[in-house]
């Protein structure tokens, strides 16, 4: 049998698993769904509805999908998931934002300073900023936000974030009552002494860990507040059904301006099918697509102008071991990433909906090296059978590979890929897991390859997945280690000049790419598809379903 027969054949055979191992997926469960119903209306065509001159204007109910579940809590210091995150970044606001762009910028405080030292931070707010219930915020409120998240006695999973605060390490240990570098210099200045230059605190505050909570409503409500919160945001709290929706409400007095939308409601819908069919009868206003939905609306002359596409700041993988044989031979890593085409795993397993991996870094990362195309891994098997004789495995090898059953990141691109490496005489034995056993093996070095999709949202993340001091949970989960790429990465956290930072981070990644402690996947085509009435929605690579609806709008009658 030729090589393209049984690769395609292979691939014949993922294509029909698909459908058992989507049920059981991990983070969106992806079911046999029905063909697009058809329409016969036009819902541009609505007399009813205003007419569309590109303008924005005030009014109307947003309709969302919660597609994750629900929200497990919506106290922001507590939270952890996009099932909350996408609510509270409309509820809350913090000093400031992360832009779509990945660039932090102006929120409560309407500019900040930074020493030349790059050891002090000064923010400035603004005045007139108004919580939920009336009061202004100040400084103060900063302080008790940030504080409260460190406090011991809270136990947030946030409270490391802000560590490289000076006095920050002895108020987490209960040794002291403040943290003495975090100070209200007056109502509208903030100020912050680090330790050390950390290219990652502005990045922390854009987090759920900067957001700004009112003292008063926190100690009235208790252990309510995480069902009721107040913040200083966009929209208002209304109501929280569990399992079923939350609702907010415009605020009138948001400081940049009252929201164009009336009122949100997120509704709780986690059956892909259900999405799609709620969506024709008009039931929900956005959701976000799954790969099999995608493949069949990309084209359709409907939806495809209603599409907003993104590569996430994730980046899918298989893991190798680089400590353990034969995957401590670089080339037998590099031979890997040749035998493998990626591109046709994404068209024929994915759908089409991922971007081919070059690097770490996606498009949408700042750090993201235009040249990385220039030196990236191409599907080349020839070049991987040399390397695999070079490093002594002329007659190949026999491997296992820890995976879930994801349907874009775990046992149906794993089967892809094990009918390319059986080409070039490597034998992959694939190990099921749940998700929970997949990453508490990777940490503990308890693998020789695994596949899963990890973030990289900042540049500095590289940090992280690449040091040789960040073995296993802190993200080296490779176990790789180069002292030329510790050096640069260590110097790239310390470069106060952002430009020079990201240089140093472009010029690491060349050496781990060269070097393969991965194989490198895709990044995921985020897609939400949105009716044609409503304006204002971006593509976020963080998320797409962390939209920032204060400037959205509709132009359909309620």
Known sequence: MTRTLRVMLVILMVLSLMVVTACGATEEPQPDEPETPETTEDPEDDPEDPVDDGEPRYGGVLTRAAIYGDAESLDPHHATRVAANMHLMNIFDGLIYLSEEGIEEPAVAESWDLSSDGLVYTFYLREGVLFHNGREVTADDVKYSMERVMDPQNESPHMLRFESIVGAREFIAGEADEVVGLQAVDDYTVRFELVDVDNLFLRELTTLAGYILPKEEVERLGDRFSENPVG???????????????????????????????????????????????????????????????????????????????????????????????????????????????????????????????????????GYNPDIVNHAYTYDPDKARELLAEAGYEDGFTVTCLTT???????????????????????????????????????????????????????????????????????????????????????????????????????AELIILEEAPTWFYNYNKAVMIHQPWVHGLVANPADMDYQFLHEVWLTKAD
């Open 232 to 366: 200083c945001g966009p929209f208002v709290f209304e109501g929280w059904v569990k399992d079923s929706e939350i609702t907010m409400t415009a605020f009138e007095d948001y400081y940049r301006g009252r929201p164009y939308l009336d009122r949100v409601v997120a509704r709780v819908i986690r059956e892909p099918a259900t999405r799609e069919m709620e969506f024709e009868s008009g039931g929900i206003d956005i959701y976000v697509l799954t790969d099999p939905q995608y493949a069949r609306l990309q084209d359709d002359a409907r939806y495809m102008d209603y599409l907003i596409e993104v590569p996430e700041l994730f980046m899918r993988h298989i893991g190798f071991h680089t400590q353990k044989p034969p995957l401590d031979d670089v080339r037998v890593r590099q031979a890997i990433n040749y035998a493998i085409d990626r591109n046709v795993i994404i068209e024929q397993v994915l759908h089409g909906k991922a971007y081919p991996a070059m690097g770490w870094f996606p498009p949408t990362n700042p």
């Open 405 to 507: 059953d994801h349907p874009a990141w775990g046992l149906p691109a794993l089967e892809a890929a094990m009918g390319y490496l059986e080409e070039v005489g490597i034998t992959v034995i694939p190990e099921l897991q749940e998700g929970a056993v997949v990453l508490a093996r990777a940490y503990e070095g308890d693998f020789e390859m695994y596949i899963h999709s990890f973030g990289i949202a900042h540049p500095l993340d590289l940090r992280r997945r690449s040091h040789t001091d960040t073995f296993g949970a802190p993200g080296n989960t490779f176990r790789y280690s180069n002292e030329v790429v510790d050096s640069l990465l260590d110097r790239a956290m310390r470069a106060v000049d952002r430009n020079e930072m990201l240089d140093l981070l472009r010029e």
